[in-house]
């Protein structure tokens, strides 16, 4: 059955329209509880969002369905990805759910599931939720005298801020140290902020006035230059900037210079192996992470692994592999001793032990390795398939005829968006540069 709600991380679509209406979302709702019914107990399902206008309207949507299917279900109100991931299992729910279109704009939101184990449901999962929101007939409702009830948890943002202070490893607290968060008007702007001045730092807070429609609007993790700006400006130590739902970090040093997932990976993955706690002999990575990364991990003794585009497919190869450090160069950074997703804050508490335990700059102790050139640019297209185009086929061998051995390729569609990403890399930055934009061109003609 081909897939045709569920993309590389979960539902996800423009507000009020196709998937993300209230009537498909209330049978969402209704597939998924149907499906995660395990045994004869009273079943729970716990339910976070970020801050966008829509996530009213889908969260009522969505408990009703879940309350139909006779699950309870307990409200979270705004709170980040992995929040909803760790009190999945905290709270022995049995489906955990995350309303959220993560980076994307306000007009956007999404589903993202969890199963009992904190871990995000597999494809088989999604494919047998989404036969059921097809099959109407094949939803089987509970009986009048076991319809679910609804609950707000009020301290579930405190039970996270508690849990995430715990798995900072620095030798000292945070004190003296100036730092900007960024929590891009999203899910974090009520467990960030706290959990970083509790450990001691003085913080300076910017993207925490939410009102429904500018989250990630020049803030976050995809604009990191107001951060950068910021933390130039105040004079702080480092930058923390997150998404919307507060499941990928970026950070910037001292002088305001952004440094990306790779670098916070090559970090934690150093930082785990000096005081042997790395397991795996390396760490987990998309084909997006740069060579600059692969060859570091080299020179350490340790190898880098890639998989395809989505922190799912990384975790699900942690899993497989026995890795406990992982994620992508935008930002995701997993670490399965502490998390079963990517977690912003949780990566951003790594740097911060390391930066504590070193005593020097941020730009020193995040500085792991010199990336390749390194060129993605995205070419919108409203249908079809360019790149089965002949002429694009041909372009593609060419480019990476000129790459050669010492560079890479990755040109594929976006799962969350009607974009197809071109990236390439290399030594030389100019035919890098060319190459991108020469393809582009070709695909871009083909689309239109």
């Known amino acids: 059955m081909a897939r045709k709600y569920f993309g590389t991380d979960g539902v996800r679509g423009k507000a009020n329209a196709g998937a993300m209406t209230p009537d498909v979302v209330m049978r969402i709702g209704m597939a998924a509880g149907q499906l995660h019914k395990r045994g004869g107990h009273k079943h729970r399902v716990v339910i976070g969002k970020d801050t966008r206008l829509s996530g009213y309207m889908i969260e009522q949507a ?24 760790m009190l999945t299992r905290s709270m022995r729910a ?25 871990y995000k449901l597999s494809d088989e999962q999604e ?14 409702l509970a009986s009048s005298d076991n ?4 609950k707000r948890i009020e301290d579930a943002k405190a039970r996270y801020v508690e849990f995430a202070k715990r798995t900072y ?14 929590t891009a008007n999203g899910a974090a702007y009520q467990t960030a902020p706290p959990a970083l001045w509790e450990l001691g730092a003085e913080i300076i807070q910017i993207g925490d006035q939410p009102n429904g429609t500018n989250i990630n609007a020049k803030c976050g993790s995809t604009h990191p230059e107001t951060m950068c700006q910021k933390v130039r400006e105040t004079r702080a130590d480092i930058g923390i900037a997150l998404d919307g739902d507060a499941d990928r970090v970026i950070i910037c040093d001292q002088n ?8 916070i990976m090559a970090l934690v993955a150093s930082s785990f192996a000096a005081r042997g706690a790395l397991r795996g002999g390396g760490l987990v990575a998309t084909i997006m992470s740069n060579l600059g990364l692969e060859r570091f991990m080299q020179t350490q003794g340790l190898t880098l692994a890639r998989t395809k585009v989505g922190d799912r497919y990384v975790v699900e190869h942690m899993r497989a592999h026995g890795f406990n450090v992982g994620g992508e160069q935008s930002g995701h950074i997993v670490m399965s001793d502490y998390a079963t997703t990517g977690d912003g804050l949780l990566a951003a508490l790594q740097v911060l032990g390391e930066v504590v335990r070193q005593g020097k700059p941020v730009s020193e102790v995040c500085k792991m390795f010199d990336p390749l050139p390194q060129v993605l640019k995205n070419v919108k297209f409203s249908g079809g398939k360019p790149l089965e185009q002949q002429q694009v086929q041909a372009a593609i061998k060419d480019a ?4 050669g051995k010492t560079g890479r390729l990755v ?11 071109v990236m390439a890399e290399g030594e030389d930055a100019g035919l890098v540069q060319k190459i991108v934009d020469d393809l582009c061109g070709v695909i871009a003609k083909s689309a239109a």
């Open 169 to 182: 490893v620095g030798d000292a607290g945070l004190e003296g140290l100036r730092i900007v968060i960024d």
């Open 62 to 85: 969505l408990t009703a369905g879940l309350l139909a299917s006779g699950m309870d279900v307990f409200l979270f109100g705004p709170a980040p990805t992995p929040a909803v991931a």
């Open 411 to 421: 040109i594929r569609p976006s799962g969350t968006e009607p974009l197809i990403r």
């Open 94 to 118: 049995d489906l955990g759910v995350m309303i959220s279109a993560s980076h994307n704009p306000y007009y956007d939101n999404g589903i993202k599931f969890f199963g009992p184990d904190g």
């Open 256 to 263: 305001g210079n952004v440094i990306d997932g790779d670098q």
């Open 127 to 140: 494919l047998a939720i989404e036969e059921l929101i097809e099959s109407p007939a094949k939803i089987t």
């Open 147 to 150: 319809i679910g009830r609804a």
């Open 400 to 403: 990476e005829a000129m790459l």
